[in-house]
Nanobody, 126 residues
Framework: QVQLVESGGGLVQAGGSLRLSCVVSGRSFGTYIMGWFRQAPGKEREFVSHISGSGDSAYYAGSVKGRFTVSRDNAKSTVYLQMNSLKPEDTAVYYC???????????????????WGQGTQVTVSS
């Protein structure tokens, strides 16, 4: 059984930073593609970023590219999302996800990821 537990969300002013963490229990963490999705009130869940099992490849949604950085520590079974220059439109519940493979590296979907965390709230005030 794979379980994902996020932490690090909170309230921050526009322009500020937060770092989300996601600890994964279960075997073979290094074999999973890890990622982050988010969901704002009244909106559909949207892709944010994902990173390969080795950590040498990552991909970002256009809305966060250049501001967010995804990384992972396979020894700690943990994936991170460093969020800088936060904007009010980044306000959402952020979900950590894990999957074995993607239909397309550049067009990840909700269905690509079998395992989801419970989510952590990020609120950016203007």
């Amino acid at each position: 059984q794979v379980q994902l537990v996020e932490s690090g969300g909170g309230l921050v002013q526009a322009g500020g930073s937060l770092r989300l963490s996601c600890v994964v229990s279960g075997r073979s963490f290094g074999t999973y593609i890890m990622g982050w999705f988010r969901q704002a009130p009244g909106k559909e869940r949207e892709f944010v970023s994902h990173i390969s099992g080795s950590g040498d490849s990552a991909y970002y949604a256009g809305s966060v590219k250049g501001r967010f950085t995804v990384s992972r520590d396979n020894a700690k079974s943990t994936v991170y999302l460093q969020m800088n220059s936060l904007k009010p439109e980044d306000t959402a519940v952020y979900y950590c996800v894990a999957g074995g493979s993607l239909g397309s590296w550049y067009s990840p979907t909700v269905q690509d990821f079998a395992y989801w965390g419970q989510g952590t709230q990020v609120t950016v005030s203007s």
